[in-house]
Each structure stands twice: as structure tokens, then as C-alpha cells.
């Protein structure tokens, strides 16, 4: 990109430019020009692309966002997470976009999604999950549960059915207090899921 002709004391928006900051690499192998700016908050924003900076895509620090505050906290990830799912480029759109997944579009605004979530029991450690899988990303379809939890609601995790129950060989281990590998071992060698959790494991004499 030809170096733009910017005079320090420059504003754009909220932004007050600086100087020129280090060139950037695209992915596709451009190189483009960055400025350091002060924000009117008083917080220094470095290598913004110039070209965000002259067109408006980029208009403060992030004051002007209410929820920057926010962007680390474990919540927004899971609500960017859940955004990037329904999108077409997702790398595994397979099982979200192309079975027309959707998103709750007040959830769009993370204040809405972190609304929701406080009032729904939300601690970091849980992940969200949707009970049915068919279904997209709405306030009655959506929980907070364990990993575990979340793993065996997963359309790839297989269920067995075990005294009236449909539940993965993770929840059946523990539910019936059984070694997870014993168990697992024992149905991928073809054995019933019966015998894998009701069949004692032999002990060996110590010589």
C-alpha cells in the first residue's frame, strides 16, 4: 500500500493519530500500513490497519463498545464460539450450518446473550449446549452444563442402552462407579454394554 500522507494530531472519530506503526502481513501475503493512535479515553490503540482507520471500521479503542470490557471473560468467548458456529465459513459447517443451525437473534448483542446467561446459573467452568441438536441457539433450547455433559449430548457421542436409560460410556462409568476403560475396551472388542458394566474384572494372584 502507498504510505498515506497523515499528519500527527489527525482525528478519526475517537482516535487521535499518532504515528505510523509496524507493517502488517496478511494471510494472502500483503503488507500493509498500521498507525498508533490515542484514544479520547486516554488508552493508546498501536498498529490499527490505516485502512480500517480512514474508512470508520475502527472509531476508538473499544470504549465506544460497552461489552469491551468483556472480551477476555471465559462468557464472551463461549458466545463468540457460538456465533462463529452458525456461520457458513465455519470449518465444520457440516454440522451446524448446512443443518440450518440458527442463532437467536437477540443473541446477537452479547448484552442480551450475557443477560440471559446470569439469570440461567452460568459459572465459568460450564459450556453451553443445546438439548436438542436439531434444533439452533435459543433461550428454550439452550443450557449450561459440564464438559461431560456437553460431550455426551453431542451427535457423534454414542449411546447405549443400559436398564432404561441412553447415556455414553463416560456417564455410564461413573454413574455405575466402573473404570472408564475397562468399560470402553470391552464394547469396542464387541462385548454387550451389559457385560461391560456388570462383569467383574478378573484379579491376578501375585506370585
Known sequence: MKRLDIQP??????????????????????????????????????????????????????????????????????WRAMCNRVRKTYFERKYYFDKGITLFEDWKDFRNFRDWAILNNYVDGLQIDRIDNSKGYYPNNCRFVTQEENLANRDIT???????????????????????DTVYTRVKNGKSIDYAIETPVRQFKKL
Open 158 to 180: 454414542k449411546k447405549y442402552n443400559y436398564k432404561g436409560e441412553s447415556l455414553s460410556i463416560a456417564q455410564l462409568a461413573r454413574k455405575y462407579n466402573k473404570n472408564y
Open 9 to 78: 494530531g489527525t482525528i478519526f472519530n475517537k482516535l487521535e493519530f499518532i504515528e505510523y506503526g509496524q507493517k502488517k502481513e496478511l494471510p494472502c501475503g500483503q503488507k500493509v500500513l498500521t498507525a498508533n493512535c490515542k484514544c479520547e479515553c486516554g488508552n493508546i490503540k498501536e498498529n490499527i490497519l490505516v485502512l480500517h482507520l480512514v474508512r470508520n471500521r475502527i472509531k476508538s479503542c473499544g470504549c465506544l463498545n460497552p461489552i469491551h470490557n468483556m472480551r477476555r471473560t471465559k462468557l464472551h468467548t463461549t
